[in-house]
């Protein structure tokens, strides 16, 4: 078991991340956050390319440095911006990342093959990279964080780029993953992990803020999502007192998601609030967090 103890971390002046404790078993640990939260820091810390300024990280009880390579042998990762060369097959550029590793060179093929299949790449994988989708560039970064068959998985926002299509094909690979390991996943997008992550950790003024099943992080504004109808008139003063989460044009007037303390209208309908609903209230007035 992974183990965050009051974690911080500081940039200089700037504190990035601070009183962070978590605990990462198996199953999938969706990291839901707008950009600059802090969620690339926290990620480099457990893959231990950067260290925290305070606190304490420990695998099965031991600090994760003292672990060293036999704690970077668990990992595999796949970081925000992952570099790849595009005149090379998924295959070539495996073997290398294996002699990188110093992977056994008998084992090395097989296993390329095996995570390979596992990403639904064996089709193209002789084929030089240059051609290929996001999502299939996203699958071989996939596949080199699961090279050396690791206990945790680590993906900083893997998502990125992908379309529709793509991401639910990536969302059924992560649970398949899951099944016998820990996967961590950073995204902002809430519909990449709200129907397969096991706990959602959101994180908010470089604090946590929420680490639940989403079905409890919802709890937290049941009875005061509503819906109504307005007129485009009358929109403009209803943004004014209410957090207006979502608003769509029906039948010539407003269809208005939005956050109230309790139902003052009748013509309103009370919702069941969703994951986004939350993300949206928490974050209201941060298109981006930091300096
Ligand atoms: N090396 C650094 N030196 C100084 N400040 C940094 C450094 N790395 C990150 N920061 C700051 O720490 C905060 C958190 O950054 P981080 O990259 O961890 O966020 P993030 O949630 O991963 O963002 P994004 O969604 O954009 O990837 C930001 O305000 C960022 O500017
Ligand atoms: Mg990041």
Same mark, same amino acid.
């Given at each position: ?19 962070? %404790? ?8 969706? +990291? #839901? $956050? ?5 969620? =690339?820091?926290? !990620? ?118 992908? %379309? ?8 059924? +690979? #992560? $649970? ?5 390991? =820990?996967?961590? !996943? ?106």
């Amino acid at each position: 078991m992974l183990v965050l103890q009051n974690v911080e971390k500081r940039y200089g002046d700037f504190t990035a991340l601070q009183a962070i %404790d978590l605990e990462f078993k198996q199953g999938i640990y969706g +990291l #839901l $956050s707008p950009n600059g939260a802090g969620k =690339t820091t926290l !990620i480099k810390m457990l893959v231990t390319l950067i260290q925290p300024t305070n606190g304490q990280i420990l695998y099965n009880g031991k600090p994760i440095e003292v672990l060293g390579e036999s704690y970077r042998e668990l990992i595999g990762y796949l970081p925000q911006q992952f570099g790849y060369y595009k005149h090379y097959t998924p295959a070539k550029y495996l073997t290398y990342l294996a002699a990188l590793k110093g992977m056994n060179k008998k084992e090395v093929k097989q296993r390329i093959d095996d995570v390979l299949e596992k990403v639904a790449l064996t089709e193209v994988k002789h084929k030089k990279m240059r051609k290929f989708s996001g999502g299939m560039i996203q699958r071989v970064g996939i596949a080199q964080a699961l090279l050396n068959d690791p206990k945790i998985l680590i993906l900083d926002e893997p998502t990125a780029g992908l %379309d529709p299509k793509e991401r639910a094909r990536f969302r059924h +690979l #992560l $649970s398949d993953l899951a099944r016998n390991r =820990t996967v961590i !996943i950073s995204t902002h997008i809430v519909s990449d992990i709200e129907s397969i992550a096991n706990e959602i950790i959101m994180i908010k003024n470089q604090e946590l803020l929420y680490k639940s099943p989403v079905t409890d992080i919802c709890q937290t504004l049941e009875g005061k999502v509503f819906e109504t109808s307005l007129s485009f008139d009358h929109l403009p003063s209803f943004r004014e007192t209410y957090l207006t989460l979502q608003e769509k044009q029906e039948h010539g007037k407003m269809l208005v998601r939005f956050v109230a303390n309790k139902p003052i209208d009748p013509s309103w309908n009370a919702v069941h609030p969703q994951l986004e609903d939350v993300f949206l209230a928490e974050y209201e007035n941060e298109s981006t967090i930091g300096r």
